[in-house]
């Protein structure tokens, strides 16, 4: 299926991809795919979307717990997103199974989608408002050791939740639609979804970036169980030894995770998501082009 290769490769890696994504609550599945892909050489596309959402998964059931004790998860909009995930889920892997088999299909859609949403949050972060209201939030953070969140209310139209003295609101129906259309591409891309979820939870509803990676793991968690047993039904193709190596990897990154995240601040934590997926985008989109007509590999 794949060249032989140094498990220590394979396990540190796997490690990389479980602090990634438990630190920055997205890329981990980006991040997974480039290993599959660029280091161990999978030839099927669909066991790669298949093995980088185990990792992603893994990643999820451990980093969760942390995030859920330093209550830094949102739950009441976990639980929206995937709700709306669950259909998205079995949609954007059955299209992707039947439609998206060959690497030379996949890879660029993989590439594109991973530089648009690199260059709207370096766009944000950069060159909108954002910079002075996460300022004040990291402010807020520095000077308070309770960083409980609630909701204050929830029905059908409106979600409100209170975090540090300040109030957030949103529709209900955003997080449904959103989790249903985060599930379609990431199901059909085969990664977690974190990279489209953190900026439509921080830039869309505006929730402080302190509480997304926790509040996205969470709603993941439904998306992968789905897209994940929906493959294997479609029949999907994994190696048990090798996942069973980068799930060990990824457990041991995902522990580490949040305890860096809580000590670093919202604009890095933003800015370093974004470069991570920029060099991502770029190497899967355009890198074929530069290896051939320069001899440069960026990938």
């Not at 439609?99 to 660029?108: A, G, M, R, S, V």
């Amino acid at each position: 299926m794949y060249p032989e290769i140094n498990p220590l490769i394979v396990f540190g890696w796997s490690v990389f991809v479980g602090l990634v994504f438990s630190t920055i609550g997205a890329a981990g599945g980006i991040l997974a795919g480039v290993g599959h892909i660029s280091i161990l050489g999978i030839a099927q596309a669909n066991t790669v979307k298949v093995m980088n959402q185990v990792m992603v998964l893994t990643s999820t059931l451990v980093a969760v717990p942390s995030y859920m004790r330093q209550r830094r998860v949102v739950v009441t909009l976990s639980v929206l997103l995937g709700i709306g995930s669950i259909a998205g889920a079995l949609v954007g892997s059955t299209f992707s199974y039947r439609f998206l088999p060959e690497l030379k299909t996949y890879k660029p859609l993989f590439g594109l989608f991973t530089l648009l949403v690199a260059f709207k949050i370096l766009h944000e972060v950069f060159f909108s408002g954002e910079r002075e209201r996460m300022k004040g939030l990291e402010e807020d953070l520095s000077r308070s050791h309770k960083w409980d969140v609630r909701t204050v209310k929830l029905n059908l139209l409106k979600v409100e939740i209170e975090f540090l003295g300040r109030t957030y609101s949103f529709s209900t129906l955003s997080p449904l639609l959103a989790g249903f259309l985060v599930a379609v591409a990431s199901s059909t891309l085969g990664v977690g979804g974190g990279f489209l979820l953190v900026p439509f939870m921080a830039s869309f509803l505006r929730i402080p970036m302190f509480l997304v990676p926790g509040t996205s793991a969470l709603s993941i968690l439904i998306t992968m169980v789905v897209s994940i047993g929906n493959y294997v039904k479609m029949g999907a193709q994994v190696d048990l030894f090798l996942i069973g190596l980068e799930v060990l990897g990824v457990v041991v990154g995902s522990l580490i995770g949040p305890q860096v995240s809580r000590h670093l601040k919202e604009r890095k934590l933003r800015v370093l998501l974004g470069l991570i997926l920029l060099y991502i985008g770029v190497g899967y989109t355009v890198g074929d082009y530069v290896k051939n007509t320069f001899g440069i590999r960026i990938i």
